[in-house]
């Protein structure tokens, strides 16, 4: 099993920044690729970033690219991501996945989830 518990969200104004953290534990052997995904109120979990573990290759959504930024830290088996410039539209729920490798950008890929932490940006 793998357990991954988010952190580090809050309220924000536009434009600022904050950086989200999952720690992970558990066989190691079972994340190949570690995702962030997001759902705002009323609308479908969307994809936001991914990291292939053992290489440290990362792929952002378009709608995030440039903004925010995916990373870990293979000693703290910790994956990060770092969001700046925020806009009110980034408001959602953040959620941590972790996958075996090529899971990709589909969250049906993802095997494991952790409980989501609040990100909320004012105008």
């Known amino acids: 099993q793998v357990q991954l518990v988010e952190s580090g969200g809050g309220l924000v104004q536009a434009g600022g920044s904050l950086r989200l953290s999952c720690a992970a534990s558990?066989?190691?052997?079972?994340?190949?690729?570690m995702g962030w995904f997001r759902q705002a109120p009323g609308k479908e979990r969307e994809f936001v970033a991914r990291i292939i573990w053992n290489i440290g290759t990362t792929y952002h959504a378009d709608s995030v690219k440039g903004r925010f930024t995916i990373s870990r830290d293979n000693a703290k088996n910790t994956v990060y991501l770092q969001m700046d410039n925020l806009k009110p539209e980034d408001t959602a729920v953040y959620y941590c996945?972790?996958?075996?490798?090529?899971?990709?950008?589909?969250?049906?890929?993802?095997?494991?989830w952790g409980q989501g932490t609040q990100v909320t940006v004012s105008s």
């Open positions: 558990g066989r190691t052997s079972r994340w190949a690729t």
């Open positions: 996945a972790a996958g075996p490798k090529f899971s990709g950008t589909y969250g049906r890929n993802y095997d494991y």
